[in-house]
């Protein structure tokens, strides 16, 4: 009987999950992609002894983020992290004290836009790469259709490949294999391992090998394809020494094409890495870099929203300046004063910020009344099929225990 029942639970519950809880859940109005902006970084998490931020948004929802920082104790590196891909990094303007400073980028991984975002030092890998790490580079020549390379399985699989279209990859008698198909008679194929020489290695085709620097190898390749990165915008290889970095840390396999070219266009969490160890506080740090000013358009007046992600245990003030036609700032996860027509101001904000806003007070919905209350009553009328299947089966549960127990 038990079984039974487990059985009449079991297709009870997807039914009940499924239901709405509300007619609202069947309208979906959502903003744009999300990319926030963020707030300064320090390891040292009292290092940082407050922030103001003021956003300058003109009529055209075009904004900019002035931010101050106040560091009220030693700091060695302080990070300011940002979204973008390799092509696309913002302009920053860094003063300490009011004088001019610069920054080195540090890239990390791939930016999701539903994460909660943590912000950690070691997420954010440096272009400075030790020229004295050595890998291998073995090169490929095919005499036949396919070959076979095959090396220790206890050697650590941290390497960027350009083989055939067509690979199988095993691990036989103590060993990984690959298995390169449809190769083409004398074409040049290449495997780089980062970490060195392979152990146990074996080849079925003609194979040069040579020891070179990971620094070296992205050097290479880069000015080889040195006029496709000036046409994305990419004049150094420094986000590639950043990315051998990560390789470095973190051993796995990665296609040539993925490491040189599909990276590029990835949207990472990354950082400006700015070296204070010789600063003495307390010091202010001035910059300002652009905000991306997020769109709904499911209501007849476009409601816009920004949002600051908290990179630290301080408080925040934040001014907000609109240009333009008169504003309101209609929601926001914190207290939210209006100073003047123009203006607004949030003060002492320990966590993440954001805000939304429109050039109407009360914006209406684009869907009208009575679509609405048509979803309505196809919504009300699937949750009573819904509730009507569920307490049927349930009645079918009982009058079998009961005649289980007879």
Known sequence: MQNKLKVLVAAILPVLYSLPFSSLTAKADVFAEREPTFGMYCENENAIGGGKIRYAIDENKNAVQYCEYYIEQNASELY?????????????????????????????????????????????????IDENLKGTLYTFTADAESFEISFDETDKRNYIYKLTNAIKTFTENGKYCIKAENARPN??????????????????????????????YVSRNFDKNKEFYAECGITRPDFFYSLMNYRLKNS????????????????????????????????????????????????????????????GNYKTDYTINFGGSLQYIIESNAQTL??????????NVSNDFYFIFCDSENPESI????????????????????????????????????????
């Open 338 to 347: 209006k100073k003047s027509d123009n203006e607004y101001c949030a003060n």
């Open 80 to 128: 300011i992290p940002f979204i973008s891909n390799a092509a696309s990094i913002p302009e920053i303007n860094l003063h300490i004290n009011k004088k001019s400073v610069t920054a080195e980028i540090c890239y990390g991984t791939k930016a999701l836009s539903d994460e909660k975002y943590e912000i950690n030092a070691d997420k954010f890998y440096s272009s400075e």
């Open 252 to 311: 796995a396999r990665q296609k040539y094409s993925e490491f040189f070219t599909d990276s590029i266009y990835i949207k990472r969490l990354n950082a400006f890495k700015l070296r204070t160890d010789k600063t003495e506080p307390p010091y202010e740090v001035i910059f300002s870099v652009p905000v991306n000013v997020r769109k709904n358009t499911s209501f007849k007046h476009t409601v816009y929203m920004a949002e600051h992600i908290s990179a």
């Open 187 to 216: 074409s040049r194929y290449e495997i780089f391992s980062v970490n060195g020489e392979f152990t146990d290695f074996e080849s079925t085709a003609n194979t040069a090998t040579e020891t070179i620097s990971a620094k070296e």
């Open 367 to 406: 869907y009208r009344a009575d679509k609405g209350t048509h979803v309505k009553i196809i919504v009300l009328s699937v949750s009573a099929t819904a509730y009507l299947i569920a307490v049927a089966v349930s009645v079918i549960a009982v009058i079998l225990y009961k005649k289980e127990e007879n």
